[in-house]
């Protein structure tokens, strides 16, 4: 048996694609150990009945070696290595070994997280585009469908409670982290009656020097409504630890918080923020004109730096920045029409109805020595993944079952709270024709909270 490290990619390809062909025709599969925190069942098209956790954990399928499966489970994606630990005993045991050992680093296709009407609170979906599959994942401890999904990034979900409180959450392991208290955040004000008990938040219109607006007043289940617009998780090396930025309102402002502390930073003085990345210590912040501002998260002290100019005077698409595979940073422009008529040609009176469709995507690459947006013609062998996610950028190549020179689409409207029975804007978008493809007829998914991409991470959070 060959090892990993010498083999081909082709080769690494073809052994993936044996192990699923005997996963798939493997009698039974049951499902995941309980001490995964979940229930993963899947599919073909549609929902089938769920997998039980009995079956064949003590019998054996297979005589090869520990080492060998874990070559072959090494070349999975992680719905299949789930499934795979389950087969059997000496199944479970590579696939343990190979998970404890941190040697599984194959590299993840996202998926479609979403909910779905038929299913309970605490159950949410996976849409596989690398199997073109449905997985079920149970959520026992999170009422996923009362939740807001407000960001996600390799795994992570952000999500803001019922309380309007935010958490980061791995759907895969079940992991669950508090962030600091909504309450430090620069512009919300906890107001609490004689006995001390929370009634309400006042929310500040703050921005800068002045305040925009008089203070509004909310419940602590309706202020995520009005708070919220997109979040970020980022690795931090130099700390080994996570960096969680913010965009919020008022006019979508930037705090930003490390996985431990006790409160949200703001990063004044500025705001119309839309898209973030992290790079070497410095969170690089777009804005709706298309400036990118720059944050140096790495001292005791943050300023803010203008570090390239407005493209624009004021950019009416939706505006993202991502960085590609081999370093290069892109800006990406999302121009989307609002279709006011039905399907008889009648004028859209209610909001609810309206449907928001791409009908343009724009790439420029961001010359970060020279400070200069140059325009590219399409996308060649990459792909990108765009929505309230962490936005993305791969390699074709890496993802066979990708399209290259698409963009895979949700929505991400900034208020989105406010739209939660619209049509949703999900699809495969051509940079080549510009036309549309379903991800999967017909849809799935509620339109609330709104479906996001998410790269399945089988690692946990470490919190020392």
Known sequence: MCSRAGMSRAGMMSLRCLCRLVLRFLPRISALSPNLLKTLKADGDVHSPLMK??????????????????????????????????????????YTILRSSEMYRWPQTPCLFYTSESDGDNVACLYSLAEKRVYEL???????????????????LVIADEMSELHIINPITGQRVALPSVATIEQV?????????????????????????????????????????KAFVFPDPATKS????????????????????????????????????YIDGVLYALRGTGAIDAFDLTGPNVSRKVFMDDMKDYVYERLYIVQTPSGDVLQVLREQDVAAMDSHGKDVVDISEM?????????????????????????????????????????????????????????????????????????????GNGSTEEIVPPQLWCS????????????KMSLD
């Not at 019998?59 to 999975?76: G, H, K, Q, T």
């Not at 609330?448 to 991409?453: C, M, Y």
């Open 53 to 94: 956790e009995t079956a064949i954990m003590g019998s054996e399928s297979s005589e090869l070696p520990v080492d060998i499966l874990m070559d072959i489970f090494a070349l999975l994606e992680i719905p299949d290595l789930l499934r795979a630990g389950s087969v059997c005993s000496s199944w479970h045991s590579a």
């Open 138 to 156: 149970a959520l026992p401890d999170i009422p996923i469908r009362r939740m807001h999904l407000i960001g996600s990034h390799n795994g992570w």
């Open 189 to 229: 004000k906890p107001i609490f009656d004689d006995a001390g008990a929370l009634q309400e938040y006042e929310f500040s219109q703050y921005f800068g020097e002045e305040e925009l607006a008089d203070p509004s007043f909310h419940a602590p289940s309706s202020l995520r409504n009005h708070l919220y617009a």
């Open 242 to 277: 996570y960096i969680v930025a913010l965009i919020h309102n008022p006019v979508n402002q930037l705090s930003f918080t490390r996985v431990g502390d006790s409160e949200w930073t703001w990063l004044l003085p500025s705001g119309d923020y839309e898209d973030c990345i």
């Open 355 to 431: 449907r928001k469709e791409t009908r343009k995507i724009t790439v420029y690459k961001v010359d970060m020595a020279a400070k200069e947006f140059l325009r590219i013609n399409g996308l060649n062998e990459h792909v990108l993944f765009l929505g309230h996610n962490q936005s993305l950028c791969l390699a074709a190549e890496e993802f066979p079952h990708l399209k290259a020179n698409h963009a895979y689409l949700t929505d991400n409207d900034g208020c989105i709270a406010s739209f939660r029975s619209n049509h949703r804007n999900i699809g495969i978008f051509s940079l």
């Open 448 to 459: 609330w909270p709104a479906p996001i991409w998410i790269t399945p991470n089988l690692r």
